[in-house]
């Protein structure tokens, strides 16, 4: 943990030794803020773009500048960086392994059984094409069946709707014939019973006109 911290921080020390606020640059030259501010007007009207920054790593409020631009706004060359001392060093792997003898495998055995489930036993067809096929062929006369099924049952219902329609028609005709049986039996009937009334008052006013039989007495002759 202490060995980060000091990483960090020198880290943060290389940092500012390559990028550095307005105020930094203040300090640096012993002048104002305002007159850095100035400074950078000056320089980014005479380069005709603005002298951008970026934000300070750690310090997001803060916006830093590279050296290049730093030089830009103070008008001073870019400080040479110093070579860092180059320190010789050797690394080693070490050896901490342990060599142990190879296993032979050749000519060993292996059964896929091991790696499947115990729980569970699997249900297989030895041919299934030939399952396949007689589905096939049971299924084919299955459809060829209920096709000629159809068939029939369309005909037949063709047959029973030309018996239906006939049947139909010849039954309208005779329940008009009915109606008009009824209505003209009526009238016959009507007009046989007053006809057969007149006929019997006819006949028993010709039997008022006759001379009434006396009633025949005892002993008598015939």
Not at 39 to 66: F, N, S, W
Request: charged share 25%.
């Amino acid at each position: 943990m202490h060995h980060f911290a000091a990483v960090h921080i020198y880290l943060e020390s290389l940092w500012g030794l390559f990028m550095q606020t307005l105020n930094d640059i203040a300090s640096s030259l012993g002048v104002s803020l305002q007159t850095v501010y100035n400074r950078k007007a000056d320089a980014e009207k005479h380069l005709g773009h603005k002298i951008e920054g970026r934000q300070h790593p750690t310090d997001k409020r803060k916006i830093v500048y590279d050296a290049e631009a730093v030089a830009l706004i103070t008008g001073q060359p870019i400080e040479p960086i110093p070579a860092l001392e180059a320190v010789a060093v050797t690394v080693e792997t070490g050896n901490h392994c342990k060599a142990i003898a190879q296993p032979e495998m050749n000519g060993l055995d292996f059964s896929l059984e091991q790696f499947r489930a115990d729980d569970i036993e699997t249900l297989i067809f030895e041919n299934p094409d030939e399952v396949a096929d007689q589905f096939l062929a049971v299924a084919d006369q299955l459809v060829e069946g209920m096709g000629a099924d159809i068939k029939a049952r369309e005909q037949r219902l063709k047959a029973t709707r030309t018996a239906q329609n006939k049947v139909a028609e010849k039954a309208q005709e005779l329940k008009l014939e009915q109606r008009l049986y009824r209505d003209r039996a009526r009238d016959l009937d009507m007009a046989q019973t007053e006809q057969t009334q007149s006929l019997q008052d006819t006949l028993q006013a010709l039997q008022a006109l006759g001379k009434p039989q006396s009633a025949p007495t005892d002993g008598s002759a015939a």
